[in-house]
């Protein structure tokens, strides 16, 4: 069982970063004569005086000083220095049979697909005040089973999340999650049981989690938002759970929509398919070229709760809350959707509603039903001073 750690990563986003520094380690595999401690003692040295010519102007210092900046170059070289050794070798191989894969794959993209992942550990990855932003090669890895993601200060999950259909496991703990930054495409990962969402800002879980039933376990605590924004609208009336979003006519056209105005055919297709709410990352329904440009302009969109459209961002639509009681083990938890008119706000509310109703009444019943048991069982409370009984 392979599992990706986060210092391979950070490895391979090194050495895509300084491309001179990977094609001396590949010419020096060959100069090394496959001698692989030579050879990693080589990398270390190296790196450390890259990265002092980068940052200082101190004496470089000797490869056993490794700076903490690289912290994850020493790891990487102890845990699995024959997986990194295996890798330059391969990619050597195939430049020498000029049999390169794709043109203008990363070097992270021919690691992944080198590699049978099946686990992704990737806590942490990005640096106090760096842009964090998830590469979407990783994504492009089918048999994972297991993505972390911990800590990464995210502001978002790029749509190709819905790419991996062995999905089992996401944890999300400690980012910057928002409702509407956790895309529709989840749905595509059919066999996703556990979804950490702890410690976001999301005020609600996004309504299409309740389209997911293979769903075991969404943990949700410690988002800041959850009751002080959401539970107001538990009492109240329909008209008031639902909310009127206005376009935000300034919004400016992501690069992927260009400045074309009308849209293009392709654009206008690729609505479509979004609207469509069908899968197109299951693979050989559509070229890869076409589902990376789908996975592009996904962002620009959003998809309606209840009818099959798609609404670019800057139209005005509907927030729509409601509650699940009870929910995967919990009593009540309030959910989110999106809806791109009144009509269909309605249709998501009043049924989800009427439910929520039902089922506070059922869950009076039972326990009306299980504390008259109770003392039948052990016959009637004997109030005690200072103590109340439960009649
Ligand atoms: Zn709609």
């Excluded at 942490?124 to 089973?145: D, H, M, Q, W």
């Excluded at 440009?293 to 800057?314: D, E, K, M, Q, W």
């Amino acid at each position: 069982m392979e599992v990706l750690h986060c210092y391979e990563f950070l490895l391979m986003r090194k050495l895509q970063a300084n491309l001179t520094l990977w094609n001396e380690l590949k010419a020096r595999l060959l100069v090394s004569s496959y001698n692989s401690k030579a050879l990693l003692a080589w990398l270390k040295s190296r790196m450390v005086a890259s990265e002092y010519e980068e940052t200082s102007d101190d004496d470089p210092p000797t490869y056993k000083n490794i700076c903490v900046e690289l912290w994850f170059l020493a790891v990487a070289l102890e845990k699995h220095p024959h997986r990194l050794l295996q890798f330059v070798m391969h990619q050597v191989q195939l430049e020498k049979e000029d049999n390169t894969s794709v043109p203008g794959q990363t070097i992270l993209a021919r690691y992944l697909s080198h590699h049978n992942f099946v686990e992704m550990h990737l806590d942490s990855i990005f640096k106090y005040g760096e842009t964090a932003t998830l590469p979407p090669e990783l994504f492009k890895c089918p048999n994972v089973r297991v993505l972390s993601l911990k800590c990464n200060s995210l502001d978002g999950i790029p749509p190709d999340v819905g790419r991996m259909a062995s999905l089992e496991r996401l944890c999300l703990t400690n980012n910057r999650l928002q409702n509407s930054s956790v895309p529709f495409t989840l749905t595509f990962c059919r066999r996703l049981a556990e979804l950490y969402l702890d410690n976001n800002l999301l005020d609600a879980l996004p309504g299409f989690l309740l389209a997911m039933p293979q769903l075991r376990t969404v943990h949700r605590h410690g988002n800041h938002n959850y009751f002080k924004a959401t539970f107001m609208w538990y009492h109240t009336d329909v008209n008031e759970r639902v909310l009127l979003v206005r376009g935000d006519a300034l919004r400016r056209k992501p690069p992927a929509l260009g400045s074309r105005d009308p849209p293009s055919l392709m654009f206008l297709a690729g609505q479509a398919i979004v609207a469509s709410k069908w899968n197109f990352f299951q693979p050989g329904q559509l070229p890869p070229g076409v589902q990376d440009y789908l996975a592009l302009i996904y962002p620009s969109f959003n998809v309606c709760g209840h009818c099959r459209s798609a609404t670019p961002l800057a139209s005005p639509g509907y927030k729509v809350f409601t509650f699940k009681n009870p929910y995967l083990g919990n009593t009540c938890v309030p959910f989110q959707h999106w809806a791109c008119s009144a009509r269909c706000a309605r249709e998501i509310e009043v049924p989800a509603h009427l439910e929520q109703q039902q089922a506070a009444e059922r869950m009076d019943r039972e326990y009306r039903h299980y504390i008259r048991e109770f003392q039948e069982e052990t016959g009637p409370a004997v109030p005690s001073r200072g103590v109340c009984a439960v009649l």
